[in-house]
């Protein structure tokens, strides 16, 4: 089991390194700034961000105020952070790292964020086990999620029909969206638990155009395509159906992704 999960890790590692994920997150800086104000950072906190990517989180929660380290899986994304938080005029303390092995003390910090990143850890009760033990009693915990009946979750599993994950792979990182699912993991460790909801929307002028953009930006679609294109005829029926997909949410230019909102506080 350990060797799998480390084989997990390591594909999860190669895989957000295709592409060019900065694009793609600057998208997410709207999410980030309503994640921050939904879980109350103040000035003089020290907040991590788990699963940083390229650190919009982390430096929107900088800009606040908060005394802030980010921590991702790969490095090629905490490389991209490290560059981006200077030009804010920040200093911000930048890790590679792992979401279910966090190098930190026990009740280290006051906030804990995740912003669509802790979700895809392979074991899900080992990374909110580690999360909260790095919080201090009575601090925050919030992160955002996608919920698997929203478009994220239904491309998920539109992609998980044609490319379906290897046996005993990790349950589906859209679980994370579901708030019966969130309640349970979360346990009685917290107390408070609130959820809001919320839309990024992405500007296109098609499905054709969306799909051509993410084909270039976003590591596991990449990947994805890649096996695809050595069968044509599946690639061109899951097309269609990405497609159509997409339709649903498209209006006026604006592909709609709606995401789910999760903060509690710790017992």
């Known amino acids: 089991m350990g060797d799998e999960i480390a084989e997990f890790k390591t594909r999860q590692r190669e895989v957000w390194a295709m592409g060019n994920f900065a694009d793609i ?114 601090g925050r915990l919030a992160f955002a999620t996608w919920p698997p009946e929203t478009f994220v979750g239904r491309s998920f599993a539109l992609s998980g029909r044609y490319v379906p994950p290897p046996p005993g792979s990790p349950p589906s990182p859209t679980l994370w969206g579901d708030i019966n699912v969130i309640r349970e993991r979360l346990g009685s460790a917290v107390q408070g638990i609130f959820h809001e909801r919320g839309d990024m929307a992405v500007p296109t002028l098609s499905p054709e155009h969306f799909i051509a953009w993410r084909s270039t930006k976003i590591g596991p679609f990449i990947k994805s395509m890649e096996i695809l294109k050595k069968d044509p005829a599946k690639l061109d029926a899951y097309v269609r159906e990405y497609t159509a997909l997409i339709g649903e949410y498209l209006e006026d230019n604006l592909v709609h992704h709606e995401y789910l909102l999760t903060r509690a506080i710790k017992v």
């Open 25 to 138: 997150a600057a998208f997410t800086t709207i999410t980030a700034g309503r994640l921050v104000r939904f879980a109350g950072v103040k000035a003089g906190q020290k907040l991590l961000d788990v699963a940083c990517g390229t650190g919009v989180v982390s430096i929107t929660a900088a800009r606040k105020g908060a005394q802030v380290t980010g921590l991702d899986l790969t490095p090629e994304l905490v490389e991209q952070a490290r560059q981006s938080a200077p030009i804010a005029g920040l200093k911000i303390d930048w890790k590679e790292g792992d979401a279910e092995a966090l190098p930190y003390g026990d009740a280290a910090f006051d906030v804990v964020l995740s912003q669509f990143g802790h979700m895809f850890a392979p074991r899900p009760e080992v990374a909110i086990k580690e999360m909260l033990r790095v919080l201090k009693p009575g």
